[in-house]
Nanobody, 123 residues
């Protein structure tokens, strides 16, 4: 299983970004894809997740400002982020556990990771 994340960049406070995560390989073994972020000097944290049947879950840190979606034809999940704040500046990574629907809040034990993409929100 491979995950490829993209879509990061520089945005002003109040702006929006959409991140993408394309999953390839043995996708039938993937039940859930999560997005994590790691702000500078802080531990990694779970932003939220979307399951193979489209069920979503959002962490409190960005709830109300993010929406997950998926394009099954392209094996891609999206993270739409709105009303971004400077404190949202972080490296964002998508991840997926093998044959599991559990995502540790800090990502421990999650087998597959996409390369992180940097999101910088300027004030």
């Amino acid at each position: 299983v491979q995950l490829q994340a993209s879509g990061g960049g520089l945005v002003q406070a109040g702006g929006s970004l959409r991140l993408s995560c394309t999953v390839s390989g043995s996708i039938q073994s993937i039940n859930i894809v999560g997005w994590y972020r790691q702000p500078p000097g802080k531990p990694r944290e779970l932003v939220g997740s979307i399951t193979s049947i489209g069920r979503t879950n959002y962490a409190d840190s960005m709830k109300g400002r993010v929406i997950f979606s998926r394009d099954d034809a392209k094996n891609t999940v999206f993270l739409q982020m709105d009303s971004l704040k400077p404190e949202d500046t972080a490296v964002y990574s998508c991840a997926a556990p093998l044959r599991s629907s559990y995502l540790h809040p800090n990502g421990y034990g999650v087998e597959y990771w996409g390369k992180g993409t940097l999101v910088t929100v300027s004030s």
